[in-house]
Every structure is written in C-alpha cells, then in structure tokens.
C-alpha cells in the first residue's frame, strides 16, 4: 500500500463530486441506427462469445427505473456497452457483463442489500454502485472496469496473474474505475463500503468511491492498495507530441472519459457526456497514431 497517497491532492472536492457521478460510467460507440435498433442492441448486452485464452474484464449494468442522473438515456447506455465490449476485445480481453442477478447469486446479498435499502437517500444509481462489488465476489473476483474505461498500454498478463497477489488494488487513486482482486478481496470490501455507508446514510449523497477513501484514510491507506494506472483526464491535452505523450500516458494501461474528463476537457459538458463515444474512439485513434509505433 502506499501511504504517501493523498487523495486531496488528487482532487479538490468539486472534482470528487462530479467524478463520483462517472463511477459507474459509460462510453459511446457510433452505430449506424438503420441497420442496428435499440432492441436488438438490448437482447446482446449480456451475450457471451466465449474468448478462449483471453483475461476476463468485467463492468456492472443495471437499469436504473427512475431518478438515473447520468446524463444519458437508456438507449445511449446499450450502445454505450457494446462499445465497451468492443474495445476490450481489440485490446486482448475477454469483456463480460454483470448485472444485478449476479448480485443476488451471492449468499450474502440478502445481508448486506438491505442495509443500503435503509438509506433513503441513496438513488438506484448509487446503490448499484456498492452492488457490482459483490457481483464481482459471486463471480470469483479479477478484473472490473467502469464502461467508460478505455485500454491504452497492453496489461493482459496481469490479466491472469493478478497484481499485489490479488490484495485488493484500485488502479486510480481512489476511484474505482478500475479495480482488481480475488473473489475473498471484493467481499472484503463489499462489506466495509456498505458499513461504511451505514455510517453516513445521514449525508445528502454517498457513493463506493466516497467510502473508499474515507475507509483509505481512516486505515492509513493500508485495508487495500492504490496505484496511479488511469489517465484521468485525456482530453486536456492539445498537441500530443512524444514528449506529451511519454508524461501523460507512460504506465498508464487506461484513460477515463468520465463526467469530470469531460467537464476538464470540453466547452460543453453536458453534450459531451452524451457524445463520448465519439470522442474516445477518436482520441484513442489520434493517441495510437501519435504514441504508439
């Protein structure tokens, strides 16, 4: 672990909260709307092909009936998922999708899904976010990633064998936008972020990646591990000369197009959080032209 971290220095706390918006984020992929309908989009989200001899990266998704607060549509949130998948297997992965009912697979779902039931404040948004944890405990731990994370340099071996002998590993700070460890890890956690919410159900809003840090903080940044492996913010860059490009994304195996890269990085945020799909596939390409060989 490393106890030099310091997440205030990470971000200011605006930045916190709009980054909290993004944890459970999206990104956008251009689909011909003739030839592909929102229904057919929707019965493939969760369909497998299996991927012999690739490492698993997972994400979570979950309809969200009312109140979602995402800035995008249910719709955009399909399409959204199917270029996520797409990615990850351009870049070597085997993506799958997890979605409540393997949540609810878990033994101890039903003990610790009724503790968030009592936070009344809680939206559905943010209650699903505390829930991938567990979905990712009912499938046997590795890799999650939010779905609008998009590979940058090669980490498949890491696929296989996980870093830090499988301690629980959140790759961006404290965010978890990409996180790794066993099956025991995710439970781990999963039951000291819902204590932890417990604790604050009297706060207006809490997520999985407040409670991160406030249960970092309160252990002296030892009850899991952090790493700086996530370009946070890809767009605030102009010009990616080789110089540019060896700062900003040397080590960096993913960039995060969340709600807060689009706010640091566009005029218009709200437009660009529905239009990241189109620009994460075009900066991807402009980043594999200008630093990649």
Not at 196 to 205: D, G, L, S, V
Request: contains cysteine; negative net charge; glycine residues 6%.
């Amino acid at each position: 672990p490393k106890n030099s971290y310091n997440p205030q220095e990470q971000f200011g706390m605006r930045h916190i909260l709009i980054a909290a918006l993004a944890l459970c984020g999206a990104f956008l992929f251009v689909f011909n709307r003739s030839e592909t309908s929102v229904p057919a989009l929707r019965r493939n989200l969760y369909e497998e092909h299996e991927l012999v001899d690739r490492p698993v990266i997972h994400t979570f998704y979950a309809r969200i009936p009312y109140m979602k607060n995402t800035g995008m549509s249910d719709d955009e949130d399909d399409e959204l998922i199917l270029a996520w998948k797409h990615a990850w297997r351009e870049a070597g992965w085997h993506p799958k999708v997890l979605s409540l009912n393997d949540a609810k697979k878990h033994p101890e779902f039903h003990n610790l899904s009724p503790m968030l039931d009592s936070m009344r404040k809680m939206t559905y948004y943010d209650k699903y976010c505390f829930l991938r944890w567990i979905a990712m405990a009912q499938v046997g731990g590795g890799w999650m990633g939010d779905y609008d994370l998009f590979p940058l340099h090669d980490f498949t071996a890491q696929g296989f064998e996980l870093p830090n002998d499988g301690r629980l590993t959140v790759h961006d700070g404290h965010v978890p936008s990409l996180v790794s460890g066993t099956a025991d890890e995710w439970l781990r956690l999963a039951k000291l972020l819902i204590e932890n919410a417990e604790e604050h159900k009297r706060e207006r809003f809490w997520s999985d990646m407040f409670g991160l840090r406030d249960i970092g903080q309160a252990s002296g940044w030892t009850d899991y591990v952090t790493s700086l492996n996530v370009l946070k913010f890809p767009l605030i860059e102009e010009k990616w000369t080789e110089e540019v490009c060896a700062e900003q994304t040397d080590g960096k195996i993913a960039a995060h197009f969340s709600h807060s890269a689009m706010k640091r990085g566009t005029s218009d945020m709200k437009k660009a959080i529905r239009e990241r799909g189109r620009i994460a596939v075009e900066w991807l390409k402009m980043w594999k032209e200008a630093c990649t060989d």
